[in-house]
């Protein structure tokens, strides 16, 4: 008994793993699809049907490059902080509630907001440790913008959590079963929407990697497989934060369809905010997070607190 006890947790996290890459392999075909469509062109459509095997064409086709390492480069943390990066993503899927029940996450909004603000490291000293003026640039910024969307997360989040009275996230499908969260407080989705898009440096927000201007951010000196494990931790988080938008604010039932047709949906809008939005200004970018999103997250945490209060009193 002792040795299945450890053996399916093993088993279970690895088919895990697994689905999320292929499912990260096909968020980005849609994702090409999408902005070719928005764009008015086809997208990938020569490989195979229609372009379907595209994605485990690239992760061929990069995986087997050569690999080069700058000269200057702090060499060790240079190689694994791509592989941190992609962990970090991975391991974070642990703690929402599955059809079948890994492990027992009774603190997983805690262990979210962990996992979050450890990928501020991988970043960082990715960019540092790379010895290159425009990666560390992108670094700099990428950390500057993450710690300060993460504090309108962790506020929203915390409003949530006054509102069910529980840190686990089964307890949002509970609550949600006659109305979603979002109708209960649809600003404060949307705000959680757009910190989830600066969280995971997407655009408008994606100032850690801007082309444009940085020659690609912290990630300029990286090719091969140790880009694609970026690209992958990037796309994983993608993914995951729209299963959590999915779950906190659109009911969590986890065991229907239902809720995998709103996390494709809620995918699609970071990829339509793409095709859409230009870049923020940097400025402007600090100024939102600071002077909007925590103010307005700090006072829904104020009412959300205020009506437990008086829910309590009243009973």
């Keep these: 008994m002792m040795m299945i006890d450890l053996f399916m947790p093993f088993i279970s996290s690895l088919l895990l793993v697994i689905c999320v890459m292929v499912g990260v392999a096909f968020l980005t075909l849609m994702e090409r699809k999408v902005l070719g469509y ?90 540092w440790s790379s010895n290159s003026n425009y990666a560390l640039l992108g670094g700099l910024r990428a950390v500057a913008q993450t710690i300060s969307y993460e504090v309108s997360l962790a506020l929203i989040l915390l409003s949530m959590i ?13 609550y949600q079963n006659y109305i979603w969260f979002l109708f209960l407080c649809f600003p404060l989705g949307m705000v959680w929407f757009a910190s989830s898009l600066a969280e995971t440096n997407r655009t408008p927000f994606d100032f850690a990697e801007g082309e444009s201007e940085l020659v690609s951010g912290f990630n300029v000196e990286y090719s091969s497989g140790s880009f694609a494990l970026i690209f992958l931790g990037e796309y994983a988080s993608i993914l995951f934060m729209s299963m959590l938008f999915a779950v906190v604010f659109l009911g969590a039932d986890v065991y229907s369809f239902m809720f995998f047709i709103k996390l494709a949906f809620v995918s699609f809008m970071f990829i339509w905010v793409r095709g859409t939005l230009p870049r923020f200004r940097y ?33």
């Excluded at 006054?162 to 509970?174: A, D, R, T």
């Excluded at 997070?289 to 009973?315: D, E, R, V």
């Design 283 to 315: 400025d402007k970018l600090m100024f939102l997070a600071w002077k909007s999103f925590l103010p307005f997250s700090l006072n829904y945490l104020f009412l959300f607190i205020g009506l437990k209060i008086f829910l309590l009193s009243l009973f």
């Design 38 to 127: 928005i764009q008015i062109r086809k997208g990938p459509n020569k490989v195979g049907f229609i372009g379907i095997p595209q994605p485990f064409c690239d992760a061929i086709k990069l995986f087997t490059k050569e690999q080069t390492y700058p000269l200057t480069s702090n060499y060790l943390i240079y190689y694994f902080s791509p592989i941190f990066t992609l962990f970090l993503s991975l391991v974070i899927w642990l703690c929402i509630p599955y059809l079948e029940k890994l492990y027992s996450f009774n603190l997983g909004v805690l262990f979210f907001l962990c996992c979050t603000s450890m990928g501020v490291y991988t970043v960082m000293i990715a960019g």
């Design 162 to 174: 006054f509102l069910i009275g529980n840190y686990n996230f089964l307890s949002f499908n509970i």
